[in-house]
């Protein structure tokens, strides 16, 4: 978003050695940790940080195959979209819907990053990172890694506790690309064949992405952005109904949830909210391509991106008893309350 203070400290880490020397350094020294990945899911407050902020910058991807699949280990510092490319040019199925998606690997399991029908905890084997506590390098399978959607140990079970360094993904060779989501289907319809290949999946996601300005572009006008700025929300069946009758849509857009409950879509709600696609407030608005993402012009503070997401919040609490959740993370002093 290209705003917020400086670090007190900085590191720039470019082997996992460099993060454990930075993690021993901070504790020694009771100095407050960040880790940053690409930041891209990251607003900072324009006061900066008063800490020691590690930029995770490591690289490498291994792989071996077993006998029905590919086991990827891939470094917290790679770039996501690079692994995603080498993964369908590999015909390695599993990623390619989460194409054009930035930011660094490291983020993914955090966040349990998804697009278009696909989430990282579809594949992912294991996490491996640093545990804080001890110091201890660690390998915790997927299954204690309390994924939820958009959700994760690493972001709301434990948050300060782990340090990611890598990340083992199981992925299928040969196999048949995920087209779950309704607007991929059609994008993909329309373009042909019946059944499309890893790589026509990865160009139909990207163009679609482009065309709301979620992907990287110097020459976008709406560039300034950390994408969706807030999750869709989950409820129950009863609640989605009455925010159906408040909004006075039956047929407005949920999907229900294999435990039962039902996902809306924070767009529509902010739209129906009385928001519009590039409406400003100074120097920070949204996207006029799509209502989920604030965006900053010249001149804006991370102030001014906290007081309109607060702003559209609390409108659309009041309009229909939903209360989104921000999906990147505020440091320093920056929040969304008063």
Same mark, same amino acid.
């Given at each position: 978003m290209a705003l917020g203070g400086p670090a007190r400290f900085f590191v720039h880490a470019r082997y996992d050695a460099d993060v454990r020397a930075a993690w021993a350094w901070a504790r020694e020294r009771h100095v407050p940790l960040r880790v940053l990945g690409g930041g891209s899911n990251v607003v900072v407050d324009d006061a900066g940080v008063d800490g020691l902020v590690i930029h995770v910058d490591t690289r490498g991807i291994d792989w071996r195959e077993t006998a029905d699949a590919v086991e990827v280990t891939v470094a917290a510092g790679e770039?996501?979209? #690079?692994?995603? $490319?080498? &993964?369908?040019?590999?015909?390695?199925?599993?990623?390619?819907c989460m194409s054009g998606i930035p =930011?660094?690997?490291? &983020?993914?399991?955090?966040q349990n990053?998804?697009?278009?029908?696909?989430?990282? /905890?579809?594949?992912?084997?294991?996490?491996? @990172?640093?545990d804080r506590a /001890?110091?201890?390098?660690?390998?915790?399978?997927? %299954?204690e890694c309390g994924f939820a959607y958009r959700d994760s140990r690493f972001k709301s079970g434990e948050p300060e506790r782990w340090i990611v360094l890598g990340v083992t993904?199981?992925? !299928? %060779? =040969?196999?048949?690309p995920a087209v779950k989501y309704d607007e991929l289907a059609k994008h993909l319809a329309a373009r042909g064949p019946a059944r499309p290949t890893l790589e026509r999946? !990865?160009?139909?996601?990207?163009?679609?992405? *482009?065309a709301k300005s979620m992907v990287l572009d110097p020459a976008d006008p709406n560039r300034r952005s950390c994408g969706s700025f807030f999750t869709n929300p989950i409820v129950t069946p009863a609640h989605a109904d009455k925010v159906a009758a408040r &909004?006075?849509?039956?047929?407005?857009? $949920?999907?229900?949830?294999?435990?039962?409950?039902?996902k809306l879509s924070a767009a529509w709600?902010?739209?129906?909210?009385?928001?519009?696609?590039?409406?400003?407030?100074?120097?920070?608005?949204? /996207?006029? $391509?799509?209502?989920?993402?604030?965006?900053?012009?010249?001149?804006?503070?991370?102030? #001014?991106?906290?007081?309109?997401? *607060?702003?559209? $919040?609390?409108?659309? @609490?009041?309009?229909?008893?939903?209360?989104l959740v921000p999906e990147p993370v505020l440091w320093g002093g920056l929040s969304l309350e008063t």
């Amino acid at each position: 978003m290209a705003l917020g203070g400086p670090a007190r400290f900085f590191v720039h880490a470019r082997y996992d050695a460099d993060v454990r020397a930075a993690w021993a350094w901070a504790r020694e020294r009771h100095v407050p940790l960040r880790v940053l990945g690409g930041g891209s899911n990251v607003v900072v407050d324009d006061a900066g940080v008063d800490g020691l902020v590690i930029h995770v910058d490591t690289r490498g991807i291994d792989w071996r195959e077993t006998a029905d699949a590919v086991e990827v280990t891939v470094a917290a510092g790679e770039p996501w979209d #690079d692994l995603v $490319r080498c &993964a369908v040019a590999r015909d390695w199925a599993g990623l390619e819907c989460m194409s054009g998606i930035p =930011g660094r690997v490291g &983020a993914t399991p955090i966040q349990n990053v998804g697009a278009y029908g696909q989430e990282v /905890s579809d594949t992912i084997a294991t996490v491996h @990172a640093i545990d804080r506590a /001890s110091g201890e390098t660690v390998s915790l399978p997927a %299954p204690e890694c309390g994924f939820a959607y958009r959700d994760s140990r690493f972001k709301s079970g434990e948050p300060e506790r782990w340090i990611v360094l890598g990340v083992t993904y199981r992925l !299928r %060779p =040969g196999g048949a690309p995920a087209v779950k989501y309704d607007e991929l289907a059609k994008h993909l319809a329309a373009r042909g064949p019946a059944r499309p290949t890893l790589e026509r999946v !990865r160009e139909s996601v990207i163009e679609i992405r *482009r065309a709301k300005s979620m992907v990287l572009d110097p020459a976008d006008p709406n560039r300034r952005s950390c994408g969706s700025f807030f999750t869709n929300p989950i409820v129950t069946p009863a609640h989605a109904d009455k925010v159906a009758a408040r &909004a006075g849509v039956a047929t407005m857009p $949920r999907w229900a949830q294999a435990d039962g409950t039902v996902k809306l879509s924070a767009a529509w709600l902010i739209e129906r909210a009385g928001f519009r696609r590039g409406e400003r407030a100074g120097a920070v608005g949204l /996207s006029t $391509r799509h209502t989920l993402a604030i965006v900053c012009h010249e001149g804006a503070r991370a102030a #001014d991106v906290a007081g309109f997401a *607060r702003r559209i $919040r609390d409108t659309v @609490a009041e309009r229909f008893d939903v209360r989104l959740v921000p999906e990147p993370v505020l440091w320093g002093g920056l929040s969304l309350e008063t």
